[in-house]
């Protein structure tokens, strides 16, 4: 009877249990994530991921319960993808749940190498955020899912990510859980020792930096941020007419505006049509503000037409006419009397935005058989070009841009003394999609210690301040605007000088690892 007893609870210990481990891993990382702010679930659902892989005798068993974990956290955490595009979002979240079962592997083989426990769990964290990293620089890029980004409202514990960028919290994650299991596995009290104080050290420097930061308020910038609230399903954002949305834009504008006013943000696709810089519209919006004295940054479907002179992209599409063009998702610079600046969004939705790998796919297709330009999608900006607000600089981070911490810093060492961030949150309705992403540009404001000012049609908009509070928010599908004074920052972070070097330092330990247990074999 004994015997039976001790087989009944040892066949139900959830330890040993791996769909049972499975389910809790998803649902654990899925509250990690905002609106929840859970995030030091994150810990306990790496336990569990580390358990399935180590009870799992083969890796087709580490996939079979792994993968249904990582497709059930992708589709409780970005299910509003389906919102914009159901085959497009089911696409997304399965192939992003496939492409994470590949660290989890790498993990497997470190975890069962003979290496040092403290040595393997540090190679463990090295390759989990080698993975985010490359997941950053590639067509396919997604990093909605960066463990970091979920501890982007939890601003007190991350100050430190003004040295590391938001993958340093992924590699403190992993790496404490990765601890921690092996002081399970173990029962070591020095492991135990080692768990607990890497689990503390990060957040305590943080707390501590937060106490003794202090900025000199530098040169005041006054920003009008309009939220016009446009439908983004319908054409002109509901109104009647392009100029029925324009005439909207700058009322709002010029109520919310005050005769210190340096800059008005309107945001992406704000003008809701494929226009040229020559368009007349422009004259219209430039005649408001010369009166105002003055400027504008607004995102629009920009259409650029090539003459023959003219050197162009590899992907280019072509009228009927003859002629070369490109449409981009871009963002314009307008003052009265000076020339108008663009900045073609660089960061682009896979799929959505722009046909993965087309570049390559068109060089391959030698007889021509397949209009790749057509099937693009959007051009793909290259440049990170920064707009000038008196003797300042911004860039026009355009929606998905603000999630790539490697690209922001490119307009940081640049030159910008400020962020402006337009979006167009609308596509996802009133989901977590845009609590998300307001959330995440918190990160930006601590990596680069600088002001945020942020523009989204149907909201949130917001202001944020350098240590990553928000200072003012608006509630989501209302029709808003404000000003408020914000600082130009001087001040260059460690992330701001070197940049993603932890992703670099990720995967050169990854490697010497890999080869250190292969020495070892």
């Known amino acids: 009877m004994n015997q039976l007893s001790e087989e009944f609870n040892q066949n139900t210990r959830i330890w040993d249990r791996p769909w049972v481990l499975s389910i809790s891993a998803s649902v654990l990382l899925s509250l990690s994530f905002p609106p929840f702010n859970a995030a030091i679930l994150q810990i306990p659902a790496f336990l ?77 964290a090295a390759t989990w955020v ?69 689990l503390l050290l990060f957040p305590l420097f943080s707390m501590l930096s937060l106490l003794t930061m202090e900025y000199a308020d530098e040169e005041k910038i006054e920003v009008t941020i ?15 007419s392009l100029d029925a949305l324009l005439n909207k834009l700058l009322r709002l504008s010029n109520e919310a505006k005050t005769e210190e006013t340096d800059v008005i943000i309107w945001p992406e696709n704000a003008v809701d049509s494929s226009l040229r810089v020559t368009s007349p519209q422009f004259d219209v919006i430039k005649d408001s503000l010369q009166a105002w004295n003055t400027s504008l940054i607004t995102g629009l479907g920009l259409i650029e037409i090539y003459e023959e002179s003219d050197e162009k992209p590899e ?43 087309v570049t390559y796919f068109q060089r391959l297709d030698l007889f021509k058989w397949v209009d790749w330009a057509t099937l693009a999608g959007y051009g793909l900006g290259q440049e990170p070009t920064l707009f000038p607000v008196n003797e300042n600089q911004t860039p026009a981070l355009i929606c998905y841009d603000s999630v790539f911490p490697g690209w922001v810093n490119q307009f940081a060492q640049e030159g910008a003394g400020f962020l402006t961030i337009i979006t167009n949150d609308g596509w996802w309705g009133d989901s977590a ?26 909201g949130i908009s917001g202001i944020i301040s350098p240590d990553g509070k928000v200072q003012l928010q608006t509630e989501y599908w209302t029709e808003d605007a404000f000003s408020f004074t914000i600082y130009n920052s001087n001040h260059q972070t460690f992330y701001n000088k070197f940049g993603d070097w932890l992703g670099y330092f990720s995967l050169i330990s990854f490697v010497l690892g890999l080869i250190g247990v292969r020495l070892r074999e």
């Open 48 to 124: 569990c991921l580390f358990r399935i892989a180590s009870i799992s005798e083969t890796k087709r068993e580490v996939i079979l319960y792994a993968y249904p974990s990582f497709v059930l956290w992708n589709l409780l955490t970005t299910y509003w993808l389906m919102m914009a595009t159901i085959a497009g979002g089911i696409a997304a979240i399965l192939a992003n749940a496939a492409l994470m079962l590949i660290p989890l592997l790498l993990i497997r083989r470190f975890q069962n190498s003979n290496l040092n426990p403290i040595l393997s769990s540090f190679i463990a």
């Open 130 to 198: 080698g993975y985010e990293f490359l997941h950053h620089n590639w067509d396919l890029s997604w990093p909605w899912l960066t463990l970091g980004n979920a501890w982007s409202n939890l601003t007190g514990v991350i100050q430190y990510i003004s040295y590391t960028g938001v993958l340093g919290i992924s590699f403190w994650v992993v790496f404490t859980s990765a601890l921690f299991y092996t002081y399970i596995k173990s029962n070591n009290r020095k492991l135990l020792i080692t768990s607990v104080s890497v």
């Open 226 to 240: 309009v939220q016009p609230n446009s439908d983004s399903y319908q054409r002109y954002g509901g109104e009647a």
């Open 315 to 357: 992907i280019v599409r072509e009228s009927t006419g003859g002629s070369f063009y490109n449409i981009y998702n871009a963002a314009l610079h307008l003052k009265p009397n000076q020339p108008t600046k663009i900045y073609r969004k660089g960061r682009l939705v896979p799929i959505v935005e722009r046909f993965p790998f």
């Open 433 to 458: 999609g845009h609590v998300q992403h307001f959330a995440y540009a918190r990160l930006r404001a601590i990596e680069q210690r600088m002001w945020i000012a942020r523009s989204a049609n149907n």
